[in-house]
């Protein structure tokens, strides 16, 4: 007698259970995105992760037999020439089940079951040996200024401005200086009288 299926039933008998897995194996794979019941996501997503893992290997004998389960042949070359090319560098996770709520006529919770195509973004190690050997292999460069002629010319000019500039602020000072002395003197003029 066969072992029945761990979870729960979704159709009538265990060919029917096949047979739903592989439609929603064949819709997921053609539309990239399916929204269906929560149960049925969570049974179809092991068979998709399966079927994909086979579309990676891409040789003859993983055509066949993900050709025995969905049955369909363009949707098996989508798979192979479409979808197996975008998760080639994912060791896992093609699929991502996100729960929307529940059904407006029986109230069955409901999920979308998607495939996850993004690029996978390689986890940074922490560990010393690590972070040790960039730093050894890169020695450090010093910067090259492009700008430093123009910079020169610059400074030369500021440093010419500069002497005429302090000996007009010299004589404006001593100018204040005078100012300041006559009106000194101007004040103790009428004292002395």
């Known amino acids: 007698m066969p072992k029945p299926t761990k979870g729960a039933r979704l159709g009538g008998g265990p060919a029917h259970e096949r ?6 194996a064949a819709a997921l794979f053609t539309h990239k995105s ?4 929560e149960t049925k996501a969570k049974r179809l997503r092991p068979l998709a992760e399966r079927l994909i893992t086979k579309a990676k290997r891409g040789d003859l004998h993983a055509r066949r037999s993900v050709l025995s389960v969905i049955g369909d042949k363009e949707v098996v070359h989508i798979l192979f020439t479409e979808i197996a090319p975008l998760v080639a560098d994912r060791e896992g996770g093609y699929t991502r089940i996100t729960k929307v709520g529940n059904r407006k006529g029986d109230n069955a919770p409901m999920a979308v079951i998607e495939l996850v195509l993004e690029p996978v973004t ?3 190690k922490k560990s ?14 010093p910067e ?5 002629p123009v910079e020169e010319t610059a400074s030369d000019e500021t440093a010419e401005a500069a002497p005429a500039e302090a000996a007009a602020s010299d004589e404006a000072v001593a100018s204040d ?5 006559e009106a000194a003197a101007s004040d103790e003029e009428p004292e002395a009288k």
Request: zero cysteines; aromatic letters at 0%; hydrophobic letters at 50%.
């Open 19 to 24: 047979l739903i897995l592989a439609n929603l």
């Open 34 to 37: 399916i929204k269906t019941t």
């Open 122 to 124: 390689p986890k940074a």
């Open 128 to 141: 010393a040996k690590a972070d040790a050997a960039p730093a050894e292999e890169t020695p450090a460069e």
């Open 144 to 148: 090259v200024v492009e700008d430093a």
């Open 177 to 181: 200086e005078a100012a300041s002395d």
